[in-house]
C-alpha cells in the first residue's frame, strides 16, 4: 500500500518547538515534491511548505517564514518540519501532501497542485 504517515505532533508551550516527520510507505519520496499543510477547527485549510523533488527548494507561508524549516532525508524516505517559536495559532492537525513531477510549480506556490497522496495528519497544540 502507498501512504504517508506523519507523526511527531503533540502538546507543547507557546515559545516552544517541535519537529514533524513524514514518511512514505510503497514509494520513493525523491521523486515527490512534499507539502505540509494544516487546518484549525472551524478553519480552512492552509498550505505552510514544501520541498522540490527536483532541487530541494523550499517554499514557505508568510505565516511561518523564518520559524520552520522542512528539510527531507532521502535515505530514510522522510521529511521533516521542525517548528520553532511555536505560537497558539499554529494549533492545527498538520497533514503532509506529495505531489509527483507532473506538479506545476506555479500550482505548488499556491498550494492548489494536484496531490498524488496524503497522509492522516497529526495534532500540534500549543498552549500554556
Known amino acids: 500500500q502507498l501512504h504517508l504517515v506523519e507523526s511527531g505532533g503533540g502538546l507543547v508551550q507557546p515559545g516552544g518547538s517541535l519537529r514533524l516527520s513524514c514518511a512514505a510507505s510503497?514509494?520513493?519520496?525523491?521523486?515527490?515534491?512534499i507539502t505540509w499543510f494544516r487546518q484549525a477547527p472551524g478553519k480552512e485549510r492552509e498550505g505552510v511548505s514544501y520541498?522540490?523533488?527536483?532541487?530541494?527548494?523550499?517554499y514557505y507561508a508568510d505565516s511561518v517564514k523564518g520559524r520552520f524549516t522542512i528539510s527531507r532525508d532521502n535515505a530514510k524516505n522522510t521529511v521533516y518540519l521542525q517548528m520553532n517559536s511555536l505560537k497558539p495559532e499554529d494549533t492545527a492537525v498538520y497533514y503532509c501532501?506529495?505531489?509527483?513531477?507532473?506538479?506545476?510549480?506555479?500550482?505548488?506556490?499556491?498550494?492548489?497542485?494536484?496531490?498524488?497522496?496524503w497522509g492522516q495528519g497529526t495534532q500540534v497544540t500549543v498552549s500554556s
Open positions: 510503497g514509494f520513493t519520496l525523491d521523486y515527490y515534491t
Open positions: 520541498i522540490s523533488s527536483r532541487d530541494a527548494s523550499t
Open positions: 501532501a506529495a505531489c509527483d513531477r507532473s506538479c506545476s510549480p506555479y500550482m505548488l506556490k499556491r498550494f492548489a497542485a494536484g496531490y498524488n497522496y
